[in-house]
């Protein structure tokens, strides 16, 4: 049997127990998290598409619920975005929009015409209507805040093939070029090839950061050797950028230059041996008239001689 003393140390230890898990769960339970990307690269005069997501400990909560806010830094009045037109800063009023849906936990952020002070920070804010009566509920994360760089001249597409140019056979060439707006993704256009030689593809290499790729396949000749080929990228806005590629086309492996010759040699060299064929056989058979005239009149003389 314990001592009373231990007892009601163990009890106690016990109820503090209790009152610590009574007090941290509601703070565990009820914390709405963000999580927005830090850093992302803006060309001015085109777009910018900074992507949002947050958590919460409301179960399934419809958008009409839910009104997401983003601001600059920890000014919570100087909104770039906000449901209310009228309290949106003068300078962003028209270039922002909410891509996502807040009933998804989607508060990702596009912003147009991109100025080249629209550098941030920019963090989120979401505010919790209530059922029917209560009070609003609001969140800010102002520890989750994306900052800007933004680029003054537009990135320069990059050309890869993977295999040298070869006269009639297919050749792929790759256009790539890096951007931060898919929403509105930069058109890559060529200076050659048709649609159907063209496969376009978009992906997200990470968190922000988009890949645009257009592939090119045609089948080069012998005149395209030293020919230029260029990838233009257009961006939203505007502003473009260029690569351009020289070919250097491989001829296909031709042996007439060699079996021609070849051919033609061997022609001659039967012909002339024919020719000398003719001439020996033709000399022989003079040789054995000849002889055959010379024994004929050498008998005759013979008997002239007996006689």
Known sequence: RKPQSTMDKDRKMMMFGLLLAAFVSPVIAGEWRASVVRSLDALVSSCVVIPCSFTHPEGNLPTSRLRGIWHISNQR????????????????????????????????????????HDSGPFCFRIELR???????????????CV????????????????????QGLPFVLTCTVLHTCPSRAPKLT?????????????????????????ILTFIPEDEDD???????????????????????????ENYNH??????????????????????????????????SQE???????????RR
């Open 77 to 116: 009045d100087q909104c770039i975005y906000h449901e209310d037109n009228t309290l949106v800063l003068d300078n962003f009023k028209g270039r922002t929009k909410l891509l996502g849906h807040l009933g998804q936990s989607n508060c990702t952020l596009e912003i147009i015409e991109i100025k080249d």
């Open 130 to 144: 209530p059922k029917e009566t209560g009070t609003l509920e609001k969140f800010s994360f102002v520890e989750q």
């Open 147 to 166: 900052d800007l760089k933004m680029l003054p001249d537009p990135p320069k597409p990059k050309l890869t093939h993977l295999k040298s140019a070869v």
């Open 190 to 214: 060529w200076s050659r090839g048709t649609a159907d030689g063209i496969t376009e593809v978009n992906r997200e290499i990470h968190a922000g950061n988009w890949e645009m790729q257009s």
């Open 226 to 252: 030293h020919s230029d080929v260029t990838c233009t990228s257009t961006f939203n806005g505007g502003r473009t950028s260029s690569k351009t590629l020289t070919l250097y086309v491989k001829r296909t």
């Open 258 to 291: 060699i079996i021609i010759p070849t051919v033609a040699a061997i022609g001659t060299a039967l012909i002339f041996a024919v020719f000398i064929i003719l001439i020996v056989k033709k000399y022989k058979s003079r040789i054995v008239e000849l002889q």
């Open 295 to 305: 024994g004929s009149m050498w008998n005759r003389l013979s008997r002239l001689s």
